[in-house]
């Protein structure tokens, strides 16, 4: 019997839904929606806030060299334990990892604000990202426990207004503290945020189902699956920065992440209860879907990177004038997801919305490549457009995945989608800042000067940047590609109301 008919008869059996635990009231999904904003604010303010300090922060310790793993160290502990958390949830509940997260959070932020030196800061931003890690896949885990698949794309876009509020108010706060306080401040705001977060969720969470059924957490493939992403990161985010892509260094790291990948193939086969589940992953839903939200993603990270550069370079803005240029395209992810959610609650074929939004984004980006050195109007408006597509695709694409497993597996399934979409966004960022740096024939060490003399003196140097940048943008039209693409192809299942939701077998 297939898993569909299963799912079905399950459905269709009045005791088994009555084993369905009790929906929350909106009263009280109200109550845990606001906790759930605090911290998607939270974690989307981190992202932001540290950015505009970093110069401050190398000078008052005396350390640029080492600057750039203030960022690295937060990006690979929070990827690596997406999967953690979501399998962790599915053994010990929604309630205990989401606190857990926050707290190790919190910590990591204290660490970070006392830090005399540059190895405790980045020692700080390491434990500050495997906290942070769990913030995320715990909100969109938390949100289907607490709603149906139709009503999930509304609560998702909602959260998108936190990450506006967050994106606008970020680097203009972070800049501000750094020029007028210390920079230590930056990390002690999060303190009394993640606290009243956790309060706020500790007690408002209390009624949320209980886990699906009893796990063993495989700690072999865990330990495995975080040892291969950690040797990606180290090689996309260090290669043609610090050391050649060629560099003994590179091919070693990328070596041994294929070793530890292939591993992880062999073992998953093996384990009794595997870290990360052979159904889900061979789920075609969450495979598809995992594709098209990491790809547009990929797009999404690449663009707040490089486009700063590229409006700065090619249309000699200056960098506040980039940084503003960047504002709608961050602004317009929501009216993307609203958009989205809306879909899923009114529309049997709910995926017209993100068909039409990535049709849209995939243009935009065509056009920047066809005409890279378009006036500036018009860039800012293609870089909008790919906002809004982007942001059309995440919440069909989380509700889909989850939808597509069983209410046990919700959690891993989860935690895989951001895992994957993570080790994408770099391996993108890495793709078109090699592009961008071969086509410059320029290497900058992250933290250094090289790329404010880039923006300044481009153009003395005789060097067609639009062109340069006109092979970026392809690469982000590719990546904008295969999302569109992985869309149409994954299938559009019938989201479940209240009492269709099946019990975990």
Not at 435 to 463: C, K, M, N, Q, S
């Amino acid at each position: 019997m297939s898993s569909l008919q299963k799912r079905a008869e399950a459905a269709a059996d009045p005791e088994a839904v009555a084993a369905a635990p009790p929906r929350l009231t909106h009263p009280e999904i109200r109550r845990v929606f606001y906790g759930l904003m605090l911290g998607g604010f939270l974690q989307a303010l981190n992202q932001t806030i540290v950015a505009s300090a970093l110069p401050t922060i190398g000078r008052e310790l005396n350390d640029f060299h080492n600057l750039s793993w203030v960022v690295i160290a937060f990006l690979l502990s929070s990827t690596i334990v997406a999967p953690l958390y979501g399998k962790l949830a599915d053994i010990h509940g929604r309630r205990g990892m989401m606190l857990v997260a926050l707290g190790l959070f919190s910590a990591g932020s204290m660490l970070c604000a006392l830090a005399p030196d540059m190895a405790t800061l980045i020692a700080g931003r390491t434990l500050q990202g495997i906290g942070g890690g769990g913030i995320v896949p715990m909100i969109q885990i938390i949100v289907a426990d607490m709603v149906t698949p139709r009503e999930r794309g509304r609560y998702q876009a909602y959260m998108g207004t936190a990450w506006i509020a967050a994106g606008t108010l970020g680097p203009a706060l972070g800049g501000i503290i750094a020029q007028n306080w210390h920079w230590s401040m930056i990390f002690w705001l999060n303190v009394p945020l993640g606290l009243l977060t956790a309060a706020l969720l500790n007690r408002s969470t209390r009624r949320l189902p209980p886990a699906g059924r009893r796990h063993k957490l495989d700690f072999l493939g865990a330990a495995l699956v975080m040892a291969a992403a950690t040797l990606l990161l180290l090689a996309l985010t260090t290669g043609g920065t610090r050391v050649p892509w060629l560099s003994p260094t590179i091919l070693a790291l990328v070596g041994g992440a294929i070793l530890f990948a292939v591993t992880v193939a062999w073992w998953l086969r093996r384990a009794p209860e595997p870290f990360l589940p052979l159904t889900v992953l061979k789920n075609p839903v969450m495979r598809l879907g995992t594709t098209a939200t990491s790809c547009a993603m990929g797009v999404m990270t690449g663009f707040m990177i490089y486009m700063p550069l590229y409006f700065q370079t090619v249309h000699a803005l200056t960098p506040t004038q980039a940084g503003l240029a960047l504002i709608p395209v961050i602004v317009l992810t929501t009216p993307g997801s609203m958009a989205s959610g809306r879909a899923m609650m009114h529309l049997t074929h709910y995926k017209l919305s993100p068909y039409l939004g990535m049709t849209l984004a995939t243009l935009a980006t065509a056009s920047l490549v066809v005409w890279p050195d378009m006036p500036v109007m018009w860039a800012v408006i293609a870089t909008a457009v790919v906002g809004y597509g982007v942001g059309s695709v995440f919440p069909i694409a989380t509700v889909c995945v989850q939808n597509a497993v069983w209410r046990h597996e919700v959690g891993i399934a989860t935690g895989a989608l951001n895992f994957f979409r993570q080790l994408t966004s770099a391996l993108a960022v890495a793709i078109m800042g090699a592009i961008l740096l071969a086509g410059l024939g320029f290497a900058p060490e992250r933290g250094g000067t090289g790329v404010e003399v880039l923006a300044a003196d481009a153009g003395a140097f005789g060097l067609d940047v639009a062109g340069v940048f006109q092979w970026v943008f392809a690469a982000a039209l590719v990546f904008s590609l295969i999302a569109f693409i992985a869309l149409v192809l994954m299938e559009e299942r019938p989201l479940h109301g209240a009492r269709e939701m099946p019990p975990s077998p």
